[in-house]
């Protein structure tokens, strides 16, 4: 891979160390992944800012995809010096960040682009600099901590739909927001009446009933939904709705 390129691939388990002489975005795309910068492990969603000549350790924790950009120092022609110092400041000191669901979005768009068409370097370069360009907007934003601490429920809504099935965790949701768990409960109860943790299984049982209204087969939408297990489905449907999700896609499938 050469340093104007963006790529998506995974890393090894076997954590490795090292540094280059380029600056460089990483955005995890799937799974976990483990970067020893201030010792921080990195979940889908998540992307680290790596400067060039910083030393970092590395490892993937099981099965992942990240998309890696890097910034070639000094720019090359297909970006002039004004965008180039405009961008490169991303990169005045390692720093960790976690896209809100629209660059999640973007950045699964964008790496899908890039794996039909592996062999386009112009394609690369331009997926690249859409990525920086996106979160260097995010990450400048200097009102996004005061706007979390808002409780924005739409966007918090996008970020469960993006990763539901994933099984999304309070504290995810909570680090979304930029507060500890223990505020982000307190506050997401004022505002809506339940707990996150109830939220949650809500949004989960509203995608069931609607995947098992299709037809999918119900331990596909355990999966999709980001229950444990078929059975711990089960559990939640026969609790929540009083009828087994079996039942339920007799009784309402085809509608």
Do not use: W
């Amino acid at each position: 891979m050469t340093q104007s390129d963006s790529d998506i691939l995974s890393l090894p388990n076997e954590a490795d160390t090292h540094e280059h002489d380029y600056h460089q975005l990483v955005v995890v795309l799937d799974g976990n992944t483990d970067f020893d910068i201030q010792g921080k492990q990195l979940q889908t969603g998540e992307g680290c800012i790596l400067p060039s000549e910083n030393s970092h350790a590395f490892a993937g924790l099981g099965e992942n995809r990240v998309m890696v950009v890097n910034l070639p120092i000094p720019p090359q022609k297909s970006i002039t010096d004004e965008e180039y110092e405009v961008v490169s400041r991303l990169f005045d000191q390692a720093a960790y960040f976690q896209l809100n669901p629209r660059l999640q979005i973007l950045a699964s768009a964008l790496s899908g682009e890039l794996q039909q068409y592996p062999n386009d370097m112009m394609l690369a370069r331009a997926c690249g600099n859409t990525l920086l360009s996106a979160i260097r907007h995010q990450i400048n934003n200097k009102d996004v901590r005061t706007r979390g601490n808002q409780l924005d429920i739409e966007k918090l809504d996008q970020f469960i739909e993006l990763n539901l099935s994933r099984r999304v965790h309070i504290d995810q949701l909570a680090n979304f927001c930029f507060l500890s768990v223990s505020q982000f409960h307190e506050r997401f109860k004022d505002r809506t009446g339940i707990t996150p943790h109830q939220y949650l299984m809500r949004k989960r049982l509203e995608r069931a009933q609607s995947l098992l209204a299709q037809g999918t087969p119900p331990i596909q939408v355990a999966e999709m939904c980001g229950f444990s297990s078929q059975s711990a489905m089960t559990n939640v449907f026969s609790q929540v709705l009083g009828i087994t999700p079996l039942k339920y896609q007799k009784q309402f499938g085809g509608r």
